[in-house]
């Protein structure tokens, strides 16, 4: 018996092109086969997956997608920022060329934000575009890293240093996966979510405000409201602006500094997820927009607070994770400068004045960026 239900269709509409979001529950196998029979002939298919999925791949979808007469090939791909290298993407060349892989197969990325984005990357890159699907698993991947076309690996000490911009044909967000996930990925997400609502939507933000325990618990009418509003503010956000010359600018709230975080204390672990990295950055955009527009710490408070009901990091503890405090500031000042958004050399920065409003502003100077960091870093 069919229980799958379907919340909503995005259709994302590109220059050339359009392809759909589905938002819903239970939609694995049949909402796949269906799309990928109207979308292409070559019945050629490589699931990449996480390990936590190899069950339910290698069993009920691949047996589904045989049964449609699909010539399933599965890869699997340990998840973590550590993964998401240059190592990893030539492993996939390798199968694909062995396996003899041409333009109009089609590479399924199946797990959370390491794996879309690099599975993406391969997508775009090998035969210069083969077709890409994604199933993102974690909440961080289905409202965030899944939608608007970034597809990177990381290099070195630079985040997402090789990348580019494609579109999978179709995106298929299941409900349900979110159950299984960890509270410390679960809150990962949430991380971005809370971005949203500062940078965008005062109302949302009041939602979360009042509703944590009903988010925490993962209850389904929380969850889809927040997880709607978070997807309708990315979509609106990269419309018109792939490439990120305007708005979509706004997106990296918190990330200049949460990255300069995430990579300064990344040296045998994975000591920051990316959303925990966001939201220390967020702290340190807020304390720079209280002082660069010379208002009340208001904002700063806010976030405070909607961060710790969350469970999010809002300081790093530099003895907990054996830094020296004042060696880990001068690592965080010198890694901030490869921020991908420089402009003539100047970083940018997404400040709010108040919540669900903010601008991108290139004049901050190196001392108050310093004095950030600063802030953030405890002893
Ligand atoms: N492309 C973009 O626009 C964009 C946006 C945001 C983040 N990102 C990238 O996303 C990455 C982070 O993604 P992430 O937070 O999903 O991390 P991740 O992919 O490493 O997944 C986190 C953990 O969740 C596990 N997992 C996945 N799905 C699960 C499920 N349903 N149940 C139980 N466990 C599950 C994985 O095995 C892993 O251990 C970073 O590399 C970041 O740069 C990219």
């Known amino acids: 018996m069919k229980s799958n239900v379907m919340y909503n269709n995005y259709e994302v509409k590109l220059d050339s092109s359009c392809y759909n979001i589905l938002l819903g529950r239970d939609l694995l196998p049949d909402s796949l086969i269906e799309n990928l029979n109207s979308k292409t002939k070559n019945k050629k298919v490589l699931i990449v997956f996480d390990p936590y999925f190899e069950d339910l791949v290698k069993g009920k979808v691949q047996d589904a997608l045989t049964c449609a007469q699909y ?16 190592i990893s993407a030539i492993g996939l060349y390798e199968f694909l060329e062995i396996k003899g892989f041409s333009r109009d197969s089609t590479i399924i990325a199946f797990g959370g934000g390491v794996i879309g984005d690099l599975v993406g990357f391969v997508a775009s890159t090998y035969l210069r575009g083969v077709n890409f699907i994604s199933i993102p698993t974690t909440l961080m991947a289905m409202i965030d890293s899944s939608i608007g076309g970034k597809v990177a690996i990381n290099f070195r000490k630079t985040i997402n240093a090789i990348g580019n911009y494609y579109h999978p044909m179709l995106d298929v967000i299941d409900f349900d996966f979110i159950k299984s996930l960890s509270d410390r990925d679960f ?44 997807i309708e503010i990315k979509l609106d956000h990269v419309s018109g602006d792939v490439r990120e010359q305007g708005k979509r600018l706004r997106l990296n709230y918190g990330h200049t500094l949460g990255h300069s975080v995430e990579i300064s204390t990344d040296v045998l672990s994975e ?109």
């Open 71 to 86: 010539q399933v090939h599965t890869h699997l791909l340990k998840s973590g920022k550590h993964n998401k290298t240059i």
């Open 271 to 379: 000591t920051y997820r990316h959303g925990e990295g966001v939201s220390i950055g967020m702290i340190g955009a807020a304390y720079i927009a209280v002082k660069y527009f010379g208002k009340s710490d208001n904002i700063l408070r806010e976030h405070e607070a909607i961060l710790k009901k969350y469970g999010l990091p809002t300081r790093v503890d530099s003895k907990a994770i054996n830094f020296r405090r004042q060696d880990l500031i001068d690592e965080c000042v010198r890694n901030v400068y490869k921020d991908k958004k420089k402009k003539n050399s100047q970083l940018r920065f997404v400040l709010p004045q108040v919540i669900g409003e903010c601008g991108v502003y290139g004049d901050v100077s190196d001392d108050l960026v310093a004095q950030a960091f600063n802030y953030l870093i405890r002893s």
């Open 187 to 230: 809150r990962s997400g949430l991380a971005e979510i809370i971005k949203c609502a500062v940078i965008a939507d005062k109302e949302l933000f009041a939602y979360l405000d009042v509703n944590s325990e009903k988010v925490l618990s993962r209850q389904q009418d929380a969850l889809l409201y927040i997880m709607s509003r978070a």
